[in-house]
């Protein structure tokens, strides 16, 4: 069965540093990943997908993540922080053998100090 | 601009009362979910369904019951509230299965 671990549920980050939040998945077949974000009060809205293809994938605001099969990851990174990107980031997995049900992390919430 | 919509967005209920939360959307898309953000917890998925006429559980279901009349609707009823039940509730929606999902603003919910 899939699932998704994200590891650490709060980072913090000094304005301008690199921005990593780390995600493991399980998944049984080739799965496709997702990084979503939430900012406060509003719903999640896409960072970035890995469907097939290229495997470094480059989403909005210069966010972007590369899946890696043989460690089973798709880390965010970032390379300079804003304070505009303090949020919750959602990992999430979904897979054939799962029905393409898509399966969320526990999230990471990053803040960005000034 | 394609959207969803969830009302109410906020709500205060008794427990033992039973409650509605609409969602409506105008993406056309057929896949329609409604998940539960709590605290450590992430989005837990409540019930799904790919069309009309079609519904099913997912991993938090009890005490939650959908139903899917048209493809714009997906209305979440709690039967009968309990505090535990006090929570935000994302309506979602996709194309397709495994394609990116769209997600309402929330519903909160406080039960008393």
């Known amino acids: 069965a899939q699932s998704v671990t994200q590891l650490g549920s709060h980072v913090s980050v000094s304005e301008g540093a690199l921005v990593l939040l780390r995600c493991n998945y399980s998944?049984?077949?080739?799965?496709?990943l997702f990084w979503y974000v939430q900012y406060p009060n509003q719903g999640l809205q896409l960072l970035l997908k890995y469907t097939t293809g290229a495997t470094l994938v480059k989403g909005i605001n210069g966010f972007e993540a590369e899946f890696k099969k043989s460690e089973t990851s798709f880390h965010l990174t970032k390379p300079s922080a804003h304070m505009s990107d303090a949020a919750e980031y959602f990992c999430?997995?979904?897979?054939?053998?799962?029905?393409?049900?898509?399966?969320f992390g526990a999230g990471t919430r990053l803040f960005v100090k000034a | 601009d394609a959207e969803i919509t969830q009302s109410p967005r906020h709500k205060i209920t008794e427990t033992g009362r039973q409650v509605t939360l609409a969602c409506h959307q105008t993406?056309?898309?057929?896949?329609m979910f409604w998940y539960r953000q709590d605290l450590g917890h992430g989005l837990r998925l409540i019930h799904y369904?790919?069309?009309?006429?079609?519904?099913n559980k997912g991993e938090v279901s009890d005490g939650y019951s959908v139903s899917r009349s048209n493809t714009e609707d997906l209305p979440l009823t709690l039967e009968s509230a309990a505090s535990s039940q006090t929570s935000v509730y994302f309506c979602?929606?996709?194309?397709?299965?495994?394609?990116?999902?769209?997600f309402g603003e929330g519903s909160w919910l406080t039960v008393v």
């Open positions: 979602a929606s996709s194309e397709t299965s495994g394609n990116t999902i769209y």
């Open positions: 993406w056309n898309h057929n896949n």
């Open positions: 369904s790919y069309g009309v006429q079609d519904t």
């Open positions: 998944s049984s077949v080739p799965p496709y």
């Open positions: 999430a997995v979904s897979e054939a053998t799962g029905g393409f049900k898509t399966i």
